[in-house]
């Protein structure tokens, strides 16, 4: 059994394409803050009149919360569904499951995904937010190589008593990191295209209706993508997802993904640590060799 600081960096750290960042837009950076801060456990990494830069380790960057007063909500359009928190073991989302229900902090709902159990969260801008552990990936795969994925009840009173009383949730762990994104998309022939035939991303699921699971070194999924909702947010400025960071294990990847997309008349910039790009959704994603 592969556990903890080990098993993150088999999916997370080593030779996987996936999700490192993230920036969303916000009509109140106060409340939002103290949201991340105390109900999220994160660490204040920067901060401004605007913008403020969350991180758990204290080191590198992982959500950012940029202030607009005069953005409208986004609402039930397409853009975020919600980005998903992944912590090290069960232990940590038995303390973090504690930490909710001591706070009486609102979930809006929770499941056992058979790859995974999960926490399901709305923040004060109703952003949503997945808290996770996966189980052993031992377990992922049936018999014939396929991966399995459901959902169903999530054994409240097992996850509650896997930590020790004494464990007490007072931060996101260092080894938390954002185990994956998951989009409402105006179309998956489009998603797939981008995020499959340019990106690099593999199809590691897709026996949910109107949804498709895309992941890494067969990692259950990095990035999610559905079409539930299809609505398009207004033309204005809105809350939710501004951008996100894909990173790479090699240059090699990165120039691949690049050719693919200018061959499908993507745009492509060069920027000072990577190269930017827009979805067809019009979500800004950025390309950068892993550090």
Same mark, same amino acid.
């Given at each position: 059994?592969?556990?903890?600081?080990? &098993?993150?960096d088999?999916?997370?750290?080593?030779?996987?394409?996936?999700?490192? =960042?993230?920036?969303?837009?916000?009509? #109140?950076l106060?409340?939002?803050? %103290?949201?991340?801060?105390?109900s999220?456990?994160?660490?204040?990494?920067?901060?401004?009149d605007?913008?403020?830069?969350l991180?758990?380790?204290g080191i590198?960057?992982?959500i950012?919360?940029?202030?607009?007063?005069? *953005?409208? +909500?986004?609402?039930?359009?397409? !853009?975020?569904y919600?980005? $998903?928190?992944?912590?090290?073991?069960?232990?940590?989302?038995?303390?973090?499951?504690?930490?909710?229900?001591?706070?009486?902090?609102?979930?809006?709902?929770?499941?056992?995904?058979?790859?995974?159990? *999960?926490?399901?969260?709305?923040?004060?801008?109703?952003?949503?937010?997945?808290?996770?552990?996966d189980? %052993?990936?031992?377990?992922?795969?049936?018999?014939f !190589?396929?991966l399995?994925? &459901?959902?169903?009840?999530?054994?409240?009173?097992?996850?509650y008593?896997? *930590?020790?009383?004494? %464990?007490?949730?007072?931060?996101l762990?260092n080894k938390?990191?954002? !185990?994956?994104l998951?989009l409402?998309?105006s179309?998956?022939?489009? *998603?797939?295209?981008? &995020?499959?035939? $340019?990106?690099?991303?593999?199809?590691?699921?897709?026996g949910?209706?109107s949804?498709?699971?895309?992941g890494?070194?067969? &990692?259950h999924?990095h990035?999610?993508?559905?079409?539930?909702?299809?609505?398009?947010? @207004?033309?204005?400025?809105?809350?939710g997802?501004?951008?996100?960071?894909?990173?790479?294990? =090699?240059?090699e =990847?990165?120039? +691949?993904?690049m050719? @693919?997309? =200018?061959?499908?008349?993507?745009?492509?910039?060069e920027?000072?640590?990577?190269?930017?790009?827009?979805?067809?959704d !019009? #979500?800004?994603?950025y390309?950068?060799?892993?550090p």
């Amino acid at each position: 059994m592969i556990e903890g600081g080990d &098993y993150m960096d088999k999916y997370h750290e080593k030779e996987v394409i996936k999700i490192s =960042e993230i920036e969303l837009v916000v009509n #109140n950076l106060s409340i939002m803050m %103290d949201y991340y801060t105390k109900s999220l456990g994160f660490q204040l990494l920067k901060i401004d009149d605007q913008k403020i830069i969350l991180s758990v380790d204290g080191i590198n960057p992982m959500i950012t919360l940029i202030e607009n007063q005069k *953005a409208v +909500s986004r609402g039930q359009t397409i !853009g975020l569904y919600h980005f $998903a928190l992944l912590l090290p073991s069960r232990a940590e989302l038995s303390k973090f499951l504690r930490h909710v229900i001591k706070n009486q902090i609102p979930i809006s709902g929770a499941a056992d995904h058979g790859v995974s159990e *999960a926490i399901y969260l709305q923040d004060p801008e109703n952003n949503g937010i997945e808290v996770y552990s996966d189980r %052993d990936d031992s377990t992922w795969y049936d018999e014939f !190589g396929s991966l399995v994925m &459901y959902t169903q009840e999530l054994d409240y009173s097992g996850v509650y008593y896997e *930590a020790k009383e004494s %464990d007490i949730f007072i931060t996101l762990p260092n080894k938390t990191t954002l !185990g994956h994104l998951h989009l409402s998309v105006s179309s998956l022939d489009k *998603a797939r295209k981008f &995020y499959i035939d $340019a990106i690099g991303f593999d199809v590691s699921f897709d026996g949910i209706p109107s949804a498709l699971f895309a992941g890494s070194k067969r &990692y259950h999924h990095h990035l999610g993508l559905n079409t539930w909702v299809t609505k398009k947010p @207004k033309s204005q400025p809105t809350t939710g997802l501004k951008s996100f960071v894909i990173t790479y294990p =090699e240059c090699e =990847e990165i120039y +691949s993904a690049m050719k @693919k997309l =200018e061959a499908n008349n993507y745009i492509i910039k060069e920027i000072e640590n990577g190269y930017q790009t827009t979805d067809f959704d !019009g #979500n800004t994603v950025y390309l950068q060799l892993k550090p």
